[in-house]
């Protein structure tokens, strides 16, 4: 495995990948790995011939009051588990490579990155949306890759490239899981002995709303309403929201129908958790995905 720490070193590699005939695997990352970015990587490996990850802890992507400077850390680490996953090339700039002048042009979706996450983290998909569109350009790949934890930000950055003709497909990949159904976060790392348990309670929302769902409910309004009761119940556990949204608008629907997303964000104690199902609803069939 490379390691590239400049724009310059990993375009380079990336032109040499390409003229040998290669197809080119991008797996954007804050570093901190856990399963979830291993299957990504592994998914990268299988739908491309050159797979390149960047770790990059993104302070644009952070609101003054959040975590960027106690954000976990530990490069030793993700290295190793990045060469033993076949990692082909680690892109690992510095804020100043990445952000040499302050920034006079951002990429921001109107709308869509101002509900469920945007609405209580206001310039956070600014950034996301901002820092993915460079790291697209800088390797331009064929294929890049996203776990559907993130499943607003999976969104967005599919009709960023949509909107903006970057010739990337976006590849989504299932949530990797605790053996306790808890989505695999590298802020997981943030809960006590005492919190964790309580955690799982965003994952039981989900499975017991899309149980309803498959009652045969129909009404977004009341099923948000039950996923916001179980979680607002659990103890040590602060709702952030529970909706039930379009998956083309991100906006809350009554009568439900179509592609689907159950999103849902908590805190517990100083980590602020999210997690989602993703379904879409033919008639009386509620179908994965
Ligand atoms: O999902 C993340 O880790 C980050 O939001 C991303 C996509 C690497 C952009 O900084």
Redesign the pocket.
Known sequence: MRIAQSIAQVRQLVREARSAGKSIGLV???GYLHDGHLALLKAAKTGTDFVVVSI?V?PT?FGPNEDFENYPRDVARDETLLQDGGCDVLFLPSVEEMYPKPLATTVELAGLGQTLCGASRPTHFRG?TT??SKLLHITMPDKAY?GQK?GQ?ALLIQRMVFDLNIPSEIVTVPTVREADGLAKSSRNVYLTDEERPHATVLYKALQEAKQTLMEGVRSGTSIAEEMRQRIANEPMVVLDYAEVVSRDTLEPLEKLEGPIMLAVAAFVGKARLIDNVQLTLVGDDVIEG
């Open positions: 954007p990352t804050m990059f993104n992507q996301v820092v993915v996203f993130d930000q």
